[in-house]
């Protein structure tokens, strides 16, 4: 029998972290920032004229976009803002990845890439991380749709050399290669400068990690003039006004803020580096996490056990069923003392 249903564009969606509704918990599930954003914000959200509300927001996005351009340094016309960097990465698929050919992204990625892919009829192919899960350039010199990399990668914490992914450029003058640079700020080393060399670059970032405004839902691009017109022409062409009022004006207030910004990394980056060693004391293995989280497995007890246990004690962290990576968990980097009581924790758990 004919159906409605045979023509209705299926997928199957990307799982986001969990949210609980319960207070008292310690969420180290979805890599969010456990500072505040920087105070300006604060300041300007109990000063915001809601009556302008009733206009529409600049389909430009021009105060954010050039606060963006300042703090990088870079020329407005490079730059290219959406809701979340998943919604850049979104446009940036629908835009980019029109060929037969198959894009190419590791095994284990930010699972959001092959969600894409398949609801926009992109055929893609995935390329096994090594046993260390670290991407080999080499097996992407090859034909190919387009290229996605989430450098550092997600959920390994593992950073690529930008002289890799240099090599990656070399051998892929004629698709869009995406660098992903969600996590680049706490260790990463961005390749940015690229953008200057290669016009099928383009790099994405966004405020939700290093910048504190997850909820506020502000991701950024930076690529050739040519690729940022391609990318804004197909914005344009689904949905004029992607960003609101409130997320224009408060995005451009935090980039302004680099001192803000400067510290609540660092203290970030140093909480992460104590329990790198503290992980280490109780067994856990992993690699070296350049991101505001860390991917680890113990020898001796399962991923499964550890997740469940943390959970009974109102600590949540990420864990997938998924091929080779279901004995890990993946941990973000709280305050001191989050990361204290789960320290705690695991000892009891593990003894
Ligand atoms: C968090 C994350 C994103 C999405 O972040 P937004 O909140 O949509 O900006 C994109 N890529 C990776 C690898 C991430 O971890």
Known sequence: MMSYEEFVRKVIPYTPGEQPKIKNI????????PYPPAPAVA??????DYSEFRKYPDPECSLLVEKIADFYNIDSKKIFVGVGSDDVLSMAFLTFFNSDKPILF???TYSFYDVWAKLYRIPYEQIPLNDDFEIEPADYFRSNGGIVIANPNAPTGIMLPNDAI????????DVVVIVDEAYVDFGGESVLPLIEKYENLLVVQTF?????MAGMRIGFAFGSEKLIKYLSDVKFSFNSYTMNQPSLLLGALAIEDKEYFEKTR???IATRERVKLQLKELGFVFGDSRTNFIFAKHPEKSGKEIFEKLREKSIIVRRWDAPRISEY?????GTDEEMDTLIAELKTILS
Not at 166 to 173: C, D, F, V, Y
Not at 329 to 333: D, K, S
């Open 106 to 108: 590791p095994d284990i």
């Open 266 to 268: 660092n203290m970030i």
């Open 43 to 48: 300041k300007a959200l109990k000063d915001m």
């Open 166 to 173: 240099e090599q990656i450029l070399q051998k892929n003058p």
């Open 26 to 33: 310690i969420k180290l599930n979805t890599n969010e920032n």
């Open 329 to 333: 968990l993946r941990i973000t980097i």
């Open 208 to 212: 939700s990690k290093s910048r504190s």
